[in-house]
């Protein structure tokens, strides 16, 4: 009885709030570094260069990667899924039991690559809707790098 509440609680209520104080103490810890930094610039007389503390922006990802990187999440997740259901059905027509008489633990392999394999489908189809969408912004992009700079 209390084996089957572990695992959702930790799923559904420590794993989220782990995540969250995750950020948050990296974050903080950015922050803490560089006043620390900034601390000891003031205290050594040391000029301080503005730009220094700014945030580091990361370059923003073309349309084109952020598609392609959607299409490798989609057939990764179909893969695992197909995956986890042959082996699935394996371990249970190996061992010869049938759905009802197989633990618990294996019989929920092949449903778990099944939802794997549903969700991996959704994002192969948000990628080509993306794809049909987006199509003027990617030959933009590809001009953009393709024309002369002065």
């Known amino acids: 009885m209390m084996e089957d509440i572990i695992l959702p609680l930790f799923m559904c209520v420590v794993m989220p709030v782990m995540i969250v104080w995750l950020v948050m103490w990296t974050k903080r810890h950015e922050t803490d570094k560089m006043a620390e930094i900034m601390l000891k610039a003031m205290e050594t007389g040391t000029p301080i260069d503005p730009d220094f503390f700014k945030q580091q922006v990361r370059p923003r990802k073309s349309v084109k990667s952020r598609l392609v990187g959607l299409l490798?999440?989609?057939?990764?997740?179909?893969?695992?899924?197909?995956?986890?259901?042959?082996?699935?059905?394996?371990?249970?027509?190996?061992?010869?039991?049938?759905?009802?008489?197989?633990?618990?633990?294996?019989?929920?392999?092949?449903?778990?690559?099944?939802?794997?394999?549903?969700?991996g489908a959704a994002l192969l189809v948000v990628y080509f809707i993306q794809k049909k969408i987006l199509a003027k912004e990617i030959g933009a992009e590809e001009r953009a790098l393709e024309a002369p700079k002065e």
């Open 72 to 119: 490798t999440a989609s057939c990764i997740l179909m893969s695992i899924g197909i995956g986890f259901i042959i082996v699935g059905i394996v371990i249970i027509l190996g061992c010869h039991w049938t759905l009802r008489s197989a633990p618990s633990g294996f019989t929920i392999i092949p449903f778990a690559g099944g939802i794997l394999v549903v969700v």
